[in-house]
């Protein structure tokens, strides 16, 4: 019988918590159940605050990864109701853990990468094996540690004739570029940018609303050119790969820096301009690193942005943008997925990372496993 894997996922957006409960239908997964939970407020603003340097961090952050422990377990509890399944039907979860710092190389050369889970906590309240730390060994193995998600893509989405290209937009922005898949070349992926992350934090701060439904306000302003080149002239964004990136770089204060010489614009006028840099950012990356690609399918919750959409199909007339529906997987399941896929990877002892995505030395066996 196939076996069964749990994926959890809650992402830069810090909008909660993603789970798929799926199985095995090599070389990807075919996923039976699927839950999204948002975060508590209190939680969320707590794991957003742990995003930058404050008082007190061991004690809140260790308090914050039971919190999150508890939240996941409660996606798992779901997920068994969802499928009628009892806990031993369930092989391992795959657990991502929520990111508050992404240091790759940085400081002494190897950095650190943290994201918080208690996950003997979790193992216990599911009595399941819980995967968990995916991101530390890659780091170790002098890799960017993200992103993660390629492997998965090309196993799940990739053509045996056509080369393809997948947009995960989450709170961050990342890239995989899919050979075909007889082919030998390598995949490529690697962190294009801010995806919903600041168009988010701008929605809240001026319409109180945690997200820009359809990007219908983006879509009401207009782009202002100025403040688009002050944005776009980013060093990140001229790097080459492999490169990931988080809210350490792209965060409130990154984005007042360079609204300051534009006081008094409209603030639809800076959420246009927003997702002009989120979507033309992403075209950029496509252009320069898929252009055998004739397909782009967008995944993440940034999926269901028609504005952000339409700007990714406006600056590749050549390309079709998809959702990652017409795929046969729902945006919102992708990177669950990913990370149920990786469990089973890690458990049959095999390599989840892509050297050639994450800059590592070679691939790895990712996480620590925590038996039922
Ligand atoms: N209907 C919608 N219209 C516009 N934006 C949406 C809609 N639904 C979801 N989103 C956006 O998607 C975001 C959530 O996406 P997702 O869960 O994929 O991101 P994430 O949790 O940051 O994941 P990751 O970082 O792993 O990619 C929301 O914060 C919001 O910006
Ligand atoms: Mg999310």
């Known amino acids: 019988m196939a076996e069964r894997f749990i994926g959890l996922m809650s992402g830069t957006s810090l909008d909660g918590v993603d789970g798929v409960l ?3 239908a090599g070389p990807g997964l075919r996923v039976l159940a699927h839950v999204a939970a948002p975060f508590d407020a209190a939680l969320r603003a707590e794991l957003l605050a742990l995003n930058t340097p404050g008082d007190n961090e061991l004690h809140r952050a260790a308090l914050a990864a039971n919190a999150v422990a508890l939240a996941y377990a409660q996606v798992v509890q779901q997920l068994l109701q969802q499928a009628n399944w009892a806990p031993a039907q369930v092989h391992a979860i795959g657990a991502h ?5 992404h240091r790759p190389q940085a400081f002494d050369g190897v950095g650190y990468t943290l994201q918080l889970l208690n996950p003997s906590l979790l193992a216990e309240r599911c009595g399941i094996a819980v995967v968990a730390d995916l991101r530390s060994r890659d780091l170790a193995a ?3 540690g993200a992103p993660l998600v390629p492997a998965f893509h090309q ?3 990739g053509q045996p004739d056509a080369a393809l290209a997948v947009l995960n937009l989450g709170g961050i922005s990342n890239l995989s570029v899919l050979p075909p898949s007889g082919q030998d070349a390598a995949v490529l992926g690697f962190d294009c940018g801010p995806g919903n992350a600041l168009l988010d934090l701008w929605c809240q701060r001026h319409r109180g609303q945690a997200y820009d439904a359809d990007g219908a306000w983006a879509a009401s302003g207009q782009v202002h050119a100025g403040l ?15 490169k990931s990136t988080g809210r350490d770089l792209f965060h409130a204060d990154w984005l007042a820096t360079r609204l300051a010489p534009f006081p008094g614009l409209a603030p639809a006028d800076v959420q246009a301009t927003l997702a002009a840099l989120t979507a033309g950012t992403c075209v950029d990356a496509v252009r320069a690193h898929a252009p055998r690609a004739t397909r782009l399918a967008v995944c993440g919750g940034g999926a269901f942005n028609g504005d952000l959409m339409r700007r990714l199909q ?8 998809v959702s990652s529906q017409a795929l046969g997987l729902p945006p919102q399941q992708v990177e669950a997925a990913a990370f149920a896929w990786l469990a089973s990877r890690t458990l049959r002892g095999q390599t989840g990372s892509l050297a050639s995505v994450t800059g590592a030395r070679g691939a790895r066996v990712l996480g620590a496993v925590y038996p039922a």
């Open 22 to 24: 799926a199985e095995d």
């Open 97 to 101: 853990g929520q990111t508050v710092r």
């Open 142 to 144: 002098g890799g960017q």
């Open 155 to 157: 196993a799940q989405f």
């Open 228 to 242: 688009l080149a002050a944005l776009r002239a980013e060093p990140f964004f001229a790097l080459p790969p492999p």
């Open 314 to 321: 406006a600056g590749l007339p050549g390309l079709q943008v």
